[in-house]
């Protein structure tokens, strides 16, 4: 083989990566398995798309390398290659959000108005959880919450929330969710404050957190 041939080879090699992100779906199998595995008809139910479509995407991604797979019973579940994938998930949506006309009014159609959410930054969360002074509500379902938490945050999936009887009114709640386009934390912080809560949500989410390097917990033990 040619130096030629060999170089052409290696970059088309490199490009099956991004190639295996090439659509809205497949990022959005990759955002939704940054928290967690899934077995196929979970991920359908996930992104809207049928058990037969999820399953050519997940074939497709996992050939390219990017998702590995584990049988549970009968289910086919699937899960990141990596925490790298997710790092260069991450890494695309920052590029379009800087670069790309018109995202930034495409997520704003999608999340709403934002501006009277107050959101609280990784490092302000991280030493309010160490002083004890905050109230933390992962509000991502159960699942996620087990595959990987802050530690000391509450699992309280966005859909239960209006049960939620136990917490003081004297202290200041942050809610969380699954990154910076995930509007289940906007969701729990209107809902706390139209009960009388004062709360906020993180800035991001679980992803971020994890990939800066701050602590995690897993399990349900909070």
Same mark, same amino acid.
Request: net charge neutral; charged share 30%.
């Given at each position: 083989?040619?130096?030629?041939?060999?170089?052409?080879?290696?970059?088309?090699?490199?490009?099956?990566?991004?190639?295996?992100?090439?659509?809205? *779906?497949?990022?959005?199998?990759?955002? $939704?398995?940054?928290?967690?595995?899934? +077995?196929? %008809?979970?991920? #359908?139910?996930? !992104?809207?798309?049928?058990?037969?479509?999820?399953?050519?995407?997940?074939?497709?991604?996992?050939?390219?390398?990017?998702?590995?797979?584990?049988?549970?019973?009968?289910?086919?579940?699937?899960?990141?290659?990596?925490?790298?994938?997710?790092?260069?998930?991450?890494?695309?949506?920052?590029?379009?959000?800087?670069?790309?006309?018109?995202?930034?009014?495409?997520?704003?159609?999608?999340?709403?108005?934002?501006?009277?959410?107050?959101?609280?930054?990784?490092?302000?969360?991280?030493? *309010?959880?160490?002083?004890?002074?905050? $109230?933390?509500?992962?509000?991502?379902? +159960?699942? %996620?919450?087990? #595959?990987?938490? !802050?530690?000391?945050?509450?699992?309280?999936?966005?859909?239960?929330?209006?049960?939620?009887?136990?917490?003081?009114?004297?202290?200041?709640?942050?809610?969380?969710?699954?990154?910076?386009?995930?509007?289940?934390?906007?969701?729990?912080?209107?809902?706390?404050?139209?009960?009388?809560?004062?709360?906020?949500?993180?800035?991001?989410?679980?992803?971020?957190?994890?990939?800066?390097?701050?602590?995690?917990?897993?399990?349900?033990?909070?």
């Amino acid at each position: 083989m040619s130096d030629r041939a060999a170089k052409d080879a290696l970059f088309d090699a490199f490009a099956e990566v991004a190639k295996a992100l090439a659509s809205g *779906r497949r990022a959005e199998i990759v955002d $939704v398995l940054a928290q967690g595995e899934r +077995s196929v %008809e979970q991920l #359908a139910d996930e !992104i809207g798309q049928s058990v037969a479509n999820t399953s050519h995407h997940l074939r497709a991604m996992a050939r390219a390398g990017v998702l590995r797979t584990r049988r549970e019973g009968t289910r086919i579940v699937y899960m990141l290659a990596s925490d790298r994938v997710a790092d260069v998930w991450a890494a695309l949506r920052d590029i379009a959000t800087e670069h790309v006309a018109g995202i930034n009014e495409l997520a704003d159609a999608y999340v709403g108005d934002r501006s009277g959410l107050e959101p609280v930054t990784r490092a302000e969360l991280e030493a *309010r959880l160490q002083a004890g002074d905050t $109230v933390v509500l992962d509000v991502r379902p +159960s699942a %996620e919450y087990e #595959a990987g938490h !802050i530690p000391g945050a509450t699992s309280v999936p966005v859909g239960t929330l209006r049960r939620l009887r136990s917490l003081s009114k004297d202290i200041e709640i942050v809610a969380y969710c699954r990154g910076p386009y995930c509007v289940y934390a906007d969701d729990a912080v209107r809902q706390l404050r139209k009960r009388g809560f004062t709360a906020r949500r993180l800035e991001d989410g679980f992803p971020e957190w994890k990939r800066a390097g701050l602590p995690i917990a897993a399990g349900t033990g909070g």
